[in-house]
């Protein structure tokens, strides 16, 4: 500040400005927020179809369904039932996954996915050093 105090009546302007400009920043983040709330909420109801009043729901199931995942005691016992969910073909070896060693059955993606019917992405975990 000099001594004749003007630095203060030059400043004061530019603080309200930056002030105004954080209040407004403030205001369309919320604003944002909230309709991403209200999109978030909306989507999870069910839709109605007009013709035959079936429900339809925003997220469709999709086409990969989940893996299952099954632990084995010994690396005999996995390999044998992932050969088994493939239909006695050989299965495939991931032995250094971060997530443990295991097997997947090479059995083709089945077109209606139920939870009984094995598919690629299942696995057949043994412990390490077995």
């Not at 105090?5 to 309200?16: D, L, N, T």
């Not at 690396?75 to 044998?80: G, L, V, Y």
């Not at 495939?92 to 997530?99: A, E, G, K, R, W």
């Amino acid at each position: 500040m000099d001594p004749y105090g003007e630095f203060a009546f030059v400043a004061i302007p530019w603080i309200i400005e930056g002030a105004e400009w954080a209040y407004a920043g403030y205001r369309a983040y919320r604003a944002y927020k909230a309709a991403k709330t209200a999109y978030d909420i909306a989507k999870s109801f069910p839709v109605y179809d007009d013709a035959g009043g079936d429900v339809c729901y925003s997220k469709e199931r999709s086409p990969y369904p989940p893996a299952k995942r099954k632990r084995y005691p010994s690396k005999k016992e996995a390999r044998e039932a992932a050969q088994r969910a493939g239909k006695g073909k050989k299965p495939i070896h991931h032995p250094n996954s971060p997530d443990g060693p295991h097997y997947h059955p090479d059995a083709p993606m089945p077109k209606n996915p139920t939870p009984k019917v094995p598919n690629p992405h299942d696995h057949y975990y043994y412990p390490k050093g077995k």
